[in-house]
């Protein structure tokens, strides 16, 4: 199996409940491990270039508005298999389909304000990455 990382976003709404530690124990307990981590207030054209990919969605301008409304923590997470393994411990996108043990299903409040971000492929993993950290901030 292949060690991969993956981009991981701590939202708002879990950073305003004071839970990013709660959260980290998910990650690591799932066999990853957080080779890189900031906390950041985004800018609107931050959150804007980031979702970029949702700009036709109906919840554009309202994600992007939640994603600058506190700070976010985000994370480089790396471990085998990072990418499928972090999106089976984040659970699904909305909360209420998520299965049991997950971040989502644990701490999510609902489909948007739902605790984390993960890369959905390896492939936007290493976009995601690029966009928050240089090299020299990924120490291992
Ligand atoms: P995330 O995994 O960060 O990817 C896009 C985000 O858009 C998603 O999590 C949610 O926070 C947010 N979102 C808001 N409404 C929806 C929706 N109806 N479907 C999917 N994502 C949504």
Same mark, same amino acid.
């Given at each position: 199996?292949?060690? @991969?990382?993956?981009? /991981?976003? &701590? ?9 990013t530690? #709660? ?6 307990? =799932? =066999?990853?491990? &957080?080779?890189?981590? #900031?906390?950041?207030?985004?800018? #609107?054209? +931050?959150?804007?270039k980031?979702?970029?990919? +949702? ?6 301008? @309202? !994600?992007? $508005?939640?994603?600058? *409304?506190?700070?976010? %923590? %985000?994370?480089?997470l790396?471990?085998e298999?990072?990418? !499928? ?19 989502? #299903?644990?701490? =999510?409040?609902?489909?948007? @304000?739902? *605790?984390? +971000?993960? *890369?959905? /492929?390896? $492939?936007?993993?290493a976009? @995601?990455?690029?966009?928050?950290? *240089? ?6």
């Amino acid at each position: 199996m292949a060690v @991969e990382r993956t981009l /991981s976003i &701590i939202k708002p709404d879990a950073t305003a409940r004071n839970v990013t530690g #709660k959260i980290n124990a998910f990650f690591e307990d =799932g =066999g990853l491990r &957080i080779v890189a981590q #900031k906390r950041l207030l985004l800018t #609107k054209e +931050h959150a804007q270039k980031f979702y970029d990919v +949702h700009a036709q969605r109906a919840f554009y301008d @309202e !994600l992007c $508005e939640y994603m600058t *409304s506190g700070p976010v %923590v %985000v994370q480089v997470l790396e471990g085998e298999n990072a990418v !499928l393994r972090n999106r089976e411990i984040m659970g699904a996108t909305n909360p209420a389909n998520a299965a049991e043990g997950t971040v989502r #299903k644990a701490l =999510g409040l609902n489909v948007q @304000e739902n *605790s984390v +971000h993960g *890369s959905d /492929s390896p $492939e936007n993993a290493a976009k @995601e990455i690029a966009f928050f950290f *240089s090299g020299i901030e990924i120490p291992g």
